[in-house]
């Protein structure tokens, strides 16, 4: 069965950093390209970061030189450094791969100022 969990949300101060993890199980890893979105209240859900099979990685302006997207295909997981928190940061994360069909549950993010 194809399934992905998100995990590593919480509640942090402005300034501080959080890492975020995502578990696939059911797919050949290596072979997929992974993003994470986020979706903030009352807004639509918007692309933060990706990283391809080969490494390469590209982000949103307005979390490029704060975040930091990598991946382990020896643990099919990819995985979200954020530092430097904002409250505009706040927001469900979501990770996604061309082989998923639905949205798993998400991991919160609440950056308090």
């Known amino acids: 069965q194809v399934q992905v969990m998100e995990s590593g949300g919480g509640l942090v101060q402005a300034g501080g950093s959080l890492r975020l993890s995502c578990a696939t199980s059911?797919?050949?890893?290596?072979?997929?390209?992974m993003q994470w979105y986020r979706q903030a209240p009352g807004k639509q859900r918007e692309l933060v970061a990706e990283i391809t099979t080969g490494g390469s990685t590209n982000y949103a302006d307005s979390v490029k030189g704060r975040f930091t997207i990598s991946r382990d295909n020896a643990k099919s997981s990819v995985y979200l450094q954020m530092n430097s928190l904002k409250p505009e940061d706040t927001a469900v994360y979501y990770c996604?791969?061309?082989?998923?069909?639905?949205w798993g549950k998400g991991t919160l993010v609440t950056v308090s100022s």
């Open positions: 996604w791969g061309s082989f998923l069909r639905n």
């Open positions: 059911g797919i050949i890893f290596s072979i997929y390209g």
